[in-house]
């Protein structure tokens, strides 16, 4: 035995340890990615270096270093932790995968799309259901009005199109309606367990308090309008999500013991103060954006002129609508799309929008413009409204020409009119639907919340406004946007919610730490040559005829065979190994950047998966060489190798052939050894 | 009377030079005349400027010839050989005897003088002398101790002591041991080993003999690259002649001492140069350095104990047994004994090899012995110990040549190679095609001089090319010293050298690539134009004829244009005008 000292303490240790055994076998951690028990030390990550008072090299391999009696040895310094830091970034730099599927990255609200789907294609749907609640409540919801970021970052796209996602997801949840068990209410509510107001009933405070009552909050929503539902009910059109699956979600979200009081507005019936004042110890703002823009031309205050978001929401209230003749819906985004296909049910004759960009521009979903396009709805493209005509009513709409210039600030091309191409188009009503605003006018008087210019509130990264105890989320956070984007702030309030009422520390999560083979331009197709084209399962949907009688739903759910299908065209994308992976533990530990040398060359190599046991993806190899010397040293076969030289060393079986054709007889004491995903024993079933 | 002896330089570099084209028209030109005269050849003298070299040795004296071409032999041997009369324009200069004469040579005491492939010229010159004295007189210790005091430092590179590395070895317990000679000299512009090889390879075998000796060692490699087939063939040809006599084998002269010997040949891997890839690659395994300790004295070669030697190394041994350690150790400074062979290279007057003493100034060695920059144009900088090594300014040109004080200004002493710079090349840009070299050549192992090298080189590449931005400097000197420390081997903990070093005296290079987009020694292609000076211009259409792009245009006699669009910088017309009409400008 002999005596050393790490980081100041004395230990006692066998004079054959290397630094790395002694400080292990003392609870002292040393990052390594290349030691390995069973074999000799190799030296290669450079991940275990410690100082040695002494030594002629400011930093040793911990792996390879025997204790000498006496031996002053430091684990941690700025000098080790930037050079493990800088070691991680380099091995990171060339690490080509993706830790997170592109799916669940893409989603605002990080729902675990790849393990849902795998659920849905086990079978196993109520699981399914739970998975995807854990991040979002209104599956049903979402299932119908989603935006779908994951479908755009779908690596499917790259074979054929990408996984209809967003139809899984519609079709578990109605699943669950129809024949699920209800999530039993779990929440106890304790008489004395902290309360909290939420102001709006949209998702935002919807998915804020599910996550709080599941927190055991006493969570009680205060709503202006008569229902709860906020822009889900009062800004989608009924043929896109039909109020009894609005109902039936906001139910079984309420279930939990969340209280929803309608008719109370804030400003009108109580203020943050008084919520304050009436046992709230916090307070959610989520009051959505129902303001709108008006024309801002000659006119636009005449009757027959309105706004989508007064039309939408009129509708949402039940009010008797009649239209006829010509309607002309002004915009290019979704509640434009929305309006229109509103007005055609409502028995417009004719409808055209107006957009002064192109198609290409149009912020609507795509699926949108072309289901407006099936039923009816004209567009005329590159043209905006000048003025209103018409004596006391709408009767004609002036127009202008445009034609696309520079990129502006949004990167969009700007419409710049063209000089005397006004033109005239006879109508009778116009609908405006043009952007939408935070009606934030009712927060003008309360103290400490900061309003932007754009009249949103301004928050923290933790959703906290400038007001203690008092946070929000939603359109009246980031403008008029998406339900997920909502659900996602909403859940994002609720956890700091929690840690202020625990009175700790708000600490919001720190972006999630991941790999990504880059969007879908950045990565190769040929990746994806062995993949099996399979088309992707169409919507049923109502034939046109009926859905312009009434506001029947539009799409129809799919089968569950066809789901099943669907299901199984999943890619699986994202590691396996994220939850063992060495370089992500060490990387997240460290703090690494992963764009510190973003610009440099970085492999791509074909994925081995000609053995069932183990799939080789060297694009994620450390060349730490432990299946090289495991497979030699302990198993005496050796078919794998070190090849090539400097920046283009690799590791592969024999020769460069298939795993297959080597000697391996599928131990798998490689892929146990490997200490990232590049060795990993392939799943025997199909999810 | 002796007979006439014709001698023509046919290493590498008088091969090269069309050697044997010139031995073959000396034969035919002996034969035609039937003269009494024997044609021999020899190894490089040093003077690679001067190939083809022949030397023409009368009773009357040696005269050597330089530049010599088949044209030129008629009249050597009527004029000279036959008539008596020496050929004053064809013969070496003054001012390269006096080159010669400054130099200290032991290495190459026999390189360039007798026939490497003859045993008799060798032990005429008193080869296999040092071997007979130490098997016949001389314990392994006082072997040891002989060598110790000489002062030699291993001449590979590391400069450890020659004398204390035997001790190990002999002092290391094992039923075999092994005696290696590194062969593998893989620095781009370095080639004593390879001329001592293929000018005196019995030095070398006498070497490893008295080292195997020493060291208890019965069974030796020399481990020599591919690429040096003049040097195999000469050393094979050297160990059958040795074992004919009786040096090589069992019971060397008579005594206990046996010893066999095989070359390994290497496959060009740069990294093999390093003792414990040396070692794997010998073993059939991969060339990849490993951890040490064990040092290879205590488990080498099979896991026994093994002593590394370099080439250099041991050519010295021979002279020092023979003529004592003190002789030896007069040569040199305090801690750097003895003599260095140097390989110059680049935009040199006199390219070549020189062995001086250690502590001549790097002034004396370039400008002196090498005759400064060829050309017009000034000396900029010397890279010194292969790409690994770093780039020594001016401004240190009275460095002494020693391994302490070349080590002091950054760079190595290395094996010996000294790259010569002139101010038309970029400093950046030479960084860049060192690191090039040894990135490619890392053996993949380390973390840090696999990737780090890598992403170093990636900075580099986007400095040259006008890319760069401010953060690059500081990115690449933190990478720089993190490869340093924390490479497992000489290979990566050298490789930022070039780096580190250009960076220390020409930092303003790089700010001027990266804050001006400006080439200062107008080399990187990138950041130049071409231009056409109307003045200068004679429309003479040696440069419209050069250009491989159709950039240049114009009519005989008229003055040309150069279209800035399709001129890929080349210089091929730079080169070729003769009026200096087109010149380099700074193209942002």
Redesign the interface.
Known sequence: MVKIIIDTQEYMVDESATILDAARSNGIDIPTLCHDEQLE???????C?VEVEGER???V?AC?T?VRDGMVVTTKSKLIYE?RK??LE??L??HYGDCLPPCQMACPAGVRVKDYIGLIAEGKYQEAVEVIRQNNPLPAVCGRVCVRPCELACRRNLVDEPVAIDFLKRFVADWEMGNGQQLENSSQQLENSKKVALIGAGPASLSCAYYLAGMDYKCEIFEALPEPGGMLRYGIPEYRLPKDVLDKEIANICEHGIEVKCGMSLGRDFTIDSLLGDGFEAVFIGIGAHGSYKLGVEGDDIEGVLSAVDFLRDMGLNKKIRLKGRVAVIGGGNSAIDAARTALRLGADEVILIYRRSRAEMPANEVEINEAEHEGVQFHFLSAPVRVIGSGKAEMIECIRMELGEPDSSGRRKPMPVHGSEFMIAVETVIAAIGQVPGSECLVQEQGIQISRGKTIVVDNGMGTGRVGVFAAGDVVTGATCVIEAIAGGKKAANSIDQYLQGVEITPEANVFNVSKGSLDEVNNLEFEGVEKQARVRMPELEIEKRLKGFDEVELGLEQVNASLEANRCLECGCNAIDTCGLRKYGMEYGVSLD??K???VHHYLIDNSIPAILRDPNKC??C?KCVRICLEIKGIGAL??V???????IEPTFGKPLAETECDSCGKCVEACPTGALWGELSIAK | MQKTRIIVGLGSCGIASGGRKVYEQLQLGIDSRGLDVILEETGCIGMCYNEVLVDVVLPAGNITYKQVTPKMIDRILDEHVIAGNVIPEWTITQEDEICLNKQQRIVLRNCGKISPESIDEYIKQGGYKAIEKVVNGMSRDEVIDEITSSGLRGRGGAGFPTGIKWGFAAKSSGDKKYFICNADEGDPGAFMDRSVLEGDPHSVLEGMLIGGYATCANHGYIYVRAEYPLAIKRLKIAIEQAKARGFIGEHILGSDFSFELEIKEGAG?F?CGEETALIASIEGK?G?P??R?PFPAISGLYGKPTNINNVETLANIPWIITNGAESYASFGTEKSKGTKVFALAGKIQRGGLVEVPMGMSLREVILGIGGGVAGKHEFKAVQMGGPSGGCIPSSLLDTPVDYDSINQTGAIMGSGGMVVMDDTICMVDIARFFLNFT??????????C??????ML?ILE?IVSGHGVDEDIE?LE??AQ?VQ????CGLGQTAPNPVLTTLRYFRDEYEAHIKQRRCPAKACKELISFVIIDERCKGCGMCIKVCGVKAITGEKKKLHVLDADKCIRCGQCVAKCKFEAIIKVDRW
């Open positions: 030390p190799f030296g290669s990550c450079w991940l270096v090299r400011p930093l391999p390879a025997k050079a800088l070691c380099l091995l730099s060339d510190r040398f610009n440099g060359k450390v060349r060489g190798g070190f090539n030289r400097g920046f283009e060393t690799t | 891997a990294v991969r990849m490993r951890l300790p990135q490619n050549e890392s053996c993949g192992k380390c973390t840090f696999r990737i780090g090298t890598r992403r990636e986007r990115l933190k990478l993190s420390k924390t490479s497992l």
